[in-house]
């Protein structure tokens, strides 16, 4: 990635803000996937019968995906993995998701709370670690 | 969930519930420690479009033109087992990023906000963002060496928190007091459990 000229002065332009840079580079340029539903923590998890080496059109990040999710891991695991930007990923997984490479399971709903019984595990989880 | 547990599924392919907190305070305040203290941390890189006006979720028309600021996060994973997952997001310190905070605030469990006594209006902003979303909250006071001692109702007085928010002091480099931080707000929300849930 290579940082660019900022061009227009832009307030939240500065040394904290990190390198102004093109990631989407490799989605050509698209910033949105066609779908929303890439929750940090849904979890993305490859279909048996994905095969990505024979379609046309996609990249080495795209493989490199559907390896990963053969085991189910989330959107945010899967771009520290990759270490690729979030957004970048998630248009990326669009992409498999419309070949039918991946499914998509999305977390519960905002207001969800887990039972006691979770929140119990959690607990003693975090005294055994 | 239950769409995701046949018994004949392999648990390789089990999706595992995943419970998301948050860490946040002012800058400095602690959050990368903590989160390296309990977890392996992972930087997450999540990157604003700057030009983001008219620019709809389908319209990509002009993208080139568009400049877009990277913004790491501190991100880290606790497996507490196959099922369930606990992850740690660090909240991005300046308040400009406050744009990132409303997609890491949805669905979260809870937050953890770390406050440095030497600067402690610090995260008063973050105090205030969870109140106001009705996100369940703890306060850490990380115990800085050097940092000055007060005692916790001083801190709680001049936080002006609710009194059911619980307040404990830590040690954001130790394990061990972080996970007290994290257990704290785990029965925090076992505790509200009864209470209406904010619509939001």
Redesign the interface.
Known sequence: MRA?S??PQ????DA?????????TLTG????P?V?GF???A?V?TTPAAEPAGAPGLQPEHRRLVELAR??K?V??L??DL??????VRVLLGDLLAHGFVAV?R????????D?N??????S???A? | ?DS?RYDREPA?????????ILIAGGFGAGKTTLVSA?SEV??????E??TGAG?G??D?SG??Q???????MD?G??T??DD?Q??L?GTPG?D?FWFLWD??A??A?GAVVLADTRRLADCFPSIDYFEQRGVPFVVGVNCFEGSRRFGLEAVRDALDLDPDVPLVLCDARD?QSG?LV??SL??H??RQ?GEP????
Not at chain 1, 16 to 24: E, I, K, L, T
Not at chain 1, 107 to 114: G, I, K, R, S
Not at chain 2, 197 to 200: A, L, N
């Open positions: 660019e900022p061009g832009h307030e939240w332009l904290d803000a990190g390198p102004v840079v093109r990631p989407y340029g698209r910033v949105r066609p929303d929750d940090l923590l979890f998890l085991r189910p989330a945010a695991d771009a520290a270490d690729l930007a979030v957004g970048v399971h977390p519960p709903a905002t207001a969800y709370l887990p006691d979770i929140l119990k595990a959690v607990v989880g975090l005294r670690l | 969930m995701v390789a392919s089990r999706v595992p519930l995943a419970l998301k309990l992972r930087p997450l890189q999540t990157e479009v700057l620019l979720t389908d990509v993208v080139e568009k400049s877009t600021t990277t913004v790491a991100f994973r606790i507490i087992n369930l606990v992850y997001f300046q400009r997609e890491l949805f669905g469990l394990r996970k994290l257990i785990v029965e929300v076992a459990r849930v904010p619509v939001g």
